[in-house]
């Protein structure tokens, strides 16, 4: 039996837990629906041209993992970002782990997906906004069908949420092939700001396939910061689907950081509904190897005078491949609109390849779009400049690719974050010096 | 200190220093003059380890010990410096951080220790005052936007820092009006010892009148074809090289 066939009925046997009256059956019933006429994608489908699932799709993954598995913190405490206080949600194989997580409903609330579905209090916010940004693609709507777990986060109108909240999904390896499929949801209020850490991480080399579906709602003036640190297990693959609905004024970034997986893909997806929004969308990629690495943006200008600025570096190494396609929709109402895209690569092997393409649909015609992407080498004059200074070949290498991603990381809010980053690209690349800039 | 016996290297397939003999002892200053195209940079990138180069012929020795094999690294960690005649922009590194990796990769490879941080800002403040750079400039990225002149002090300034054993400086005065030649020469004044050695590259006179040499070499067409005391400068400069091309060629 094959994945897909697999999934479809293993649906039917989670039908029968559900309640039959919540108007989330209708949405899941559609959502499977919709995944079955869809199926998997293709590389025959344009967006996925360049990133083939084929080679991930053929594991035998449990849908529903057996057993709970209780993780010690002092074994999985480099995951997280320890150095600083933080709300902490915390999954092991899709289920949640209370002991490792720190949630409250103290003016806002840091939970569960689970309780947030199943308890009559959120059901207001659950209606107004579950699926509500999320699009009907295959594998948002696969993720739809069985959302059952994740983080649910609801900040109140003008609240400042000091500390950060992680989370964290971990898959213990306890399952010889696991498929997760996390869904979170993200309501911010009028004028509130938050920022959120989000990683995957698999304990073994068990294969590992998660398709997670994360919406966000930006509402009034509310200032939203994501970060997603992508460093896991060249076993484990990733189908990262996120949807940020913005309202006027509403700030949004999202910085995706790329150095592990075996597949990753991310769908990344902003809505500009009001006007005088500003969205960001920031990646850096570094991968060797056989890894792929594909970055599938969209920014939606809906409205009159907003702003999307978007800044992905990706450095590719031995056999790696990346692929980064960036559209820009530009709507006839959205006069005004500023919208800047760069990427920009680096090869440093014959053998690693990008696909990049920066894809523009503009009807508006009072606009200033820009686009840019360069792919190139490693400057041989500036190699010999540093080396002349003593600095051996692979630290000056290390650190032109660092001083390469700087721009990326400068706009990253929370030092801890920066410093860990740095950290795994020093690691990544081999070296062990401070990058300090 | 530096030995060059009959030296031949080429560029692509291209020959280009075609049997150069030199000595440089400890204490001295060389400068090393000739017309555009006589192979002086090329000299300089050869010594320093440039890897494009191809030694053909010959050895150059640091101290008895042929670094013919040896990377561009560890070439500086010998202590080897190269003053570019066009210093590289690096944008996302500041001249701070680059100049404390170079030090502290250097200290690696002698077996040392990182230099403490408080020796280490302590050490870029006395020798930033000493070529008149501002605080500020250091924390921009290396070279990036830089006036020639700056990146001409920024040059000098990491010589000061990193105090090699051989400095070779390849057409520093190029770009450099006479106040930044004055306190690039001072610095180079100051930093000169009975244990270390300077070779000038220079097109021109001017800046030897600063930078005082030993012995001057004019090269041609890859040869040292003619060598005497600084006097032989202020004869080139008023003369040009197209005499020394012909009792070359005569």
Known sequence: MDLKDKIVSSYLAFEDHLDDNSPLHDIRNQAIKTFEEKGFPTKKEEAWKYTSLKSILNQDYSVFPKQENALEYRDVKKYFIHDIDSYKIVFVDGRYSSHLSQTTHDGIDVCLMSSALSKPKYRIVIENYFNKAATKDSLSSLNTAFAGEGAYIHIRKNKLVEKPIQILHFCSGNESALMLQPRNLIVVDENAHVQIIERHQSLTD??????????????????????????????????????????????????????????????????????????????????????????????????????????????????????????????????????????????????????????????????????????????????????????????????LMYAFSNNVLSSVKIPEIKQRITKIIANKLGVNIGFDL | MLKINNLHASVEDKSILRGINLEVKPGEVHAIMGPNGSGKSTLASVIAGKEEYEVDKGEILLEGENIDELAAEERAHKGIFLSFQYPVEIPGV?????????????????????????????????????????????????????????????????????????????????????????????????????????????????????????????????????????????????????????????
């Open chain 1, 206 to 399: 068990n294969p590992v396939l998660t398709n997670s579906v994360t919406e966000i709602f930006a509402n009034k003036r509310a200032i939203v910061d994501y970060y997603k640190v992508q460093n896991d297990r060249e076993t484990a693959s990733l189908i990262d689907n996120t949807f940020i609905s913005q309202k006027q004024e509403s700030h949004c970034s999202v910085h995706t950081f790329s150095f592990g997986g075996k597949l990753t893909r991310n769908n990344l997806n902003f809505f500009q509904k009001g006007e005088r929004i500003d969205s960001t969308l920031k990646g850096v990629t570094i991968i060797g190897n056989k890894q792929h690495v594909d970055h599938n943006t969209l920014v939606h200008h809906i409205e009159p005078n907003c702003e999307s600025h978007q800044d992905y570096k990706g450095i590719f190494g031995d056999n790696a491949t990346g692929v980064f396609n960036g559209k820009v929709v530009v709507e006839k109402e959205a006069q005004k609109a500023n919208a800047f895209q760069a990427n920009n690569n680096i090869l440093i092997s014959d053998k690693a390849s990008i696909n990049t393409k920066p894809q523009l649909e503009i009807f508006a015609d009072d606009v200033k779009c820009s686009h840019g992407c360069t792919i190139g080498q490693l400057d041989e004059s500036a190699m010999f400049y540093m080396r002349s200074r003593g600095i051996p070949e692979k630290e000056a290498k290390a650190l």
């Open chain 2, 94 to 250: 500041s001249v701070t951080n680059f100049i404390k990796t170079a030090i502290n990769e250097t200290r690696k490879a002698k077996g040392l220790e990182d230099m403490p941080a408080n020796e280490m800002l302590k050490l870029i403040r006395e020798k930033s005052e000493l070529l008149e750079i501002d605080r500020k400039f250091l924390s921009r990225s290396l070279n990036e936007g830089f006036s020639g002149g700056e990146k001409k002090r920024n040059e000098i300034f990491q010589m000061a820092m990193l105090e090699p054993k051989l400095a070779i400086l390849d057409e520093t005065d190029s770009g450099l009006d006479i106040d930044a030649l004055r306190i690039v020469a001072n610095g180079v004044n100051k930093l000169k010892s009975k244990d270390n050695a300077v070779i000038v590259i220079t097109h021109y006179q001017r800046l030897l009148d600063y930078i005082v040499p030993d012995f001057v070499h004019v090269l041609h067409n890859g040869r040292i074809v003619k060598s005497g005391p600084k006097e032989l400068a202020h004869e080139l400069e008023e003369k040009g090289y197209d005499w020394i091309k012909e009792e070359v060629n005569a």
